[in-house]
């Protein structure tokens, strides 16, 4: 109706049908509000009727649910802040196969997270987090003239502002639900072809991640960490748009078709892999061909889990060994196997590592 408006005008009044237009998409989703400030008034009156009419308990996570998110993306600013130290005064924090280097205090305060997330205590992370709060991130707020002859950094000091404030949204620093994430992700490369290979990556160590034994909690922080740094690589008109369309998406509907999403995800990436040139000298006008995707079907029955979902992909193409390409099928199988190895440690990496080096050592020619 608005466009048609437009068509027949003959001026510029249109403003009551473009507020009618802000109006619903504020009250459908309050982060589709306008960024001009001259409309802060208007959306300052939309704010009584918002609530009245019962959208508040919608908007408003449980104090419970509010503490744990300030928890969880209090850890991810842990490992994905670029922290300023003196020289030879930084710490190293790890978590998994993830590390990154931090003031003192910050090591003290992480190794005392470190044991509940080991054992998916969350009870035990928010006692932890409010005694944080109490003797560390308050205390230096209140005593910042110390903490800046501590620290000498301001980065630092605007990560303890924004920790207390909960405002880690500010570094970028968000937690989503990774089958969220997967699912807005999977249609967000669909329609942003320039991102394709770093949505590509980021999903496949997704999918890594969840074919692991570790718990539910290690899962979610590891992919949290890993789409962090995926955002921090964006520019920032991308990153305002990712975060807009993962508001939009359902969170429950997500999660129910996760493991669906996951089957459809590895059969495409498959066929990509499977892609190879037909005619014998390569050419400007060579054939490329893939595997029909028809082919890669597997039972859905009995897959509950992401990793049994990339055994039946395995044993799916070794039943194909006979009618496939064995470039093909090799590197199809080099992928499954990529994205569901055991995914290191920091010390088993760096004990592996030392142990290269040894071996190298004592085998080298004299």
């Known amino acids: 109706e608005l466009f048609v408006l437009i068509n027949m005008a003959q001026s510029y009044d249109v403003d009551e049908q473009l507020k009618a237009i802000m109006s619903w998409l504020y009250q459908f989703n309050p982060i589709l509000k306008a960024s001009n400030k001259g409309l802060l008034s208007f959306y300052a ?10 959208h508040l308990e919608k908007r408003v996570e449980t104090g419970t649910d509010n503490l744990l998110y300030r928890i969880k993306t209090f850890l991810v600013s842990l490992f994905v802040t670029p922290f300023e130290v003196f020289p030879f ?5 790890s978590f998994w196969d ?14 005392q997270f470190a044991p509940f997330i080991m054992t998916n205590k969350l009870d035990a992370l928010i006692a ?12 230096c707020q209140k005593n910042k003239h110390i903490c800046k002859w501590l620290t000498h950094y301001q980065s630092t000091l605007d990560w303890y502002q924004l920790v207390e404030a909960g405002d880690l949204s500010k ?35 997704l999918i890594h991640t969840y074919a692991q034994n570790n718990n539910e909690f290690q899962i979610q922080l590891r992919v949290n960490i890993l789409f962090s740094r995926f955002l921090k690589s964006l520019d920032e008109q991308q990153r305002r748009k990712l975060i807009l369309t ?41 054939t490329y061909q893939c595997i029909d995707s028809k082919k890669l079907l597997i039972n859905k029955t009995d ?11 395995k044993e799916m193409l070794h039943s194909l060994e006979e009618r496939c390409n064995p470039e093909q099928l090799e590197n199809m199988l080099i992928f499954l196997r990529n994205i569901s190895r055991p995914i290191l440690t920091v010390a088993e990496i760096e004990e592996a590592q030392q142990s290269a080096r040894v071996i190298d050592y004592i085998g080298a020619p004299t």
């Open 45 to 54: 009156e939309l704010e009584p009727k918002f609530h009245s009419e019962g």
């Open 89 to 93: 005064s930084g710490k190293t924090i």
């Open 98 to 111: 993830i590390k990154n280097v931090i003031f003192s205090e910050g090591q003290e305060i992480y190794n």
């Open 171 to 205: 570094m970028d620093v968000y937690w989503f639900d990774p089958e969220l994430l997967f699912h807005v992700l999977v249609h967000f490369r669909l329609i942003n072809k320039s991102l394709g290979e770093k949505i590509v990556n980021f999903l496949d160590e």
């Open 128 to 139: 932890v987090y409010k005694k944080t709060m109490d003797e560390h991130i308050i205390l």
């Open 246 to 286: 993962l508001s939009l998406f359902d969170p429950v509907e997500a999660k129910s078709k996760f493991l669906t999403n996951c089957i459809h995800y590895v059969t495409n990436r498959l066929c990509q892999i499977s892609m190879h040139q037909l005619d014998s000298s390569p050419n400007f006008f060579g």
């Open 303 to 313: 897959v509950k889990q992401v990793s049994a979902i990339l055994e039946a992909f």
